[in-house]
């Protein structure tokens, strides 16, 4: 086998959930270019439709599906569909995500005013309905495969080290990166040993579910908060969507096939800076 064959996506069926947000497109997109069928979920459908259709353009085949993760037995209806188009899941990215305002400390929001429901609805959104139960039906699926197959969860630096303000999305992503390692080993144990679970915790990426917390929404020029990510990341910038292509493909794909349970960084140094 030659080495690069390794990263190949050929035959494989991938679904992104969030596939029509930053991050998550850029993965898709990178899964259609490695050779993969892309299912790509979002909330709107033209979101979930546009991306399918650049990928599809690129010479992969691709569908885009509405998913409210919300609605009672969307994501079982979105599993079913897929698999009906398509035979079969061997991969799955859990990109859906979101940082409300409403479950962040401000100068108008104290940690004292925070809303009870607002953190209800982080958690709910951000690890049980955008992780735990996609995990749950599609990995229904995936541990029945004779080659096994690859979840991915997308995790946060603030599960590493918890963020100031965003004490509510702290708890999610902090628990999004407990769950992969416990479902990584639960899965091998349990049902199939070639199935894998692992998670990418992204660094600072700039994109418009975190835009007003890292730069002045009147003014555009960067926060407080934006500035000292920077001069806390090593590499001096904010990463890319791209950024986190190679570490999706790597986890995707046969390369890592003796990897399980991890979280990797994607961070441009920022968990391994001390500040001196």
């Given at each position: ?5 390794m990263f ?33 979920t ?15 353009g ?14 009672e ?21 859990n ?8 479950a962040?400390t401000s ?5 004292f ?20 139960v996609?995990?749950?039906?599609f990995?229904?699926k995936m ?42 080993v ?19 990426f700039?994109?418009?579910?975190n ?15 934006g500035q ?5 990341t ?18 995707a ?9 991890i ?5 441009g ?8």
């Amino acid at each position: 086998m030659r080495v690069l064959d390794m990263f190949s996506l050929n035959g494989k069926v991938a679904v992104v959930l969030g596939g029509g947000g930053s991050l998550g497109s850029a993965i898709a997109q990178g899964f259609g270019a490695a050779g993969a069928t892309v299912a790509v979920t979002d909330l709107l459908q033209d979101r979930a439709d546009a991306v399918a259709g650049e990928i599809a353009g690129a010479g992969s085949a691709a569908k885009g599906y509405q998913l409210d993760v919300f609605e009672e037995g969307a994501i079982q209806a979105c599993c079913d569909a897929v698999c009906s188009e398509f035979d079969k899941v061997d991969i799955l990215v859990n990109a859906v995500g979101a940082i409300p305002k409403a479950a962040a400390t401000s100068p108008e929001q104290s940690f004292f005013d925070i809303p009870v429901e607002a953190t209800q609805h982080i958690v709910d959104l951000d690890f049980i309905r955008g992780v735990m139960v996609p995990c749950q039906v599609f990995g229904a699926k995936m541990k029945d495969n004779e080659h096994g197959g690859s979840i991915i969860n997308i995790s946060s630096m603030c599960a590493i080290r918890p963020l100031t303000r965003v004490c509510g999305y702290n708890a999610a992503k902090a628990a999004v990166s407990n769950f992969t390692q416990w479902l990584g080993v639960h899965f091998v144990l349990e049902y199939n040993p070639k199935l894998r679970v692992n998670a990418i915790a992204p660094g600072f990426f700039l994109t418009e579910l975190n835009r007003h917390l890292l730069t002045d929404e009147k003014t555009g020029e960067l926060s407080q908060r934006g500035q000292d990510i920077i001069d806390h990341t090593p590499m001096g910038k904010f990463g890319s969507p791209e950024d986190l292509v190679g570490a999706a493909l790597w986890l995707a794909s046969d390369a890592s096939r003796f990897v399980t349970g991890i979280v990797i960084p994607v961070d441009g140094g920022f968990s391994a800076f001390a500040g001196v």
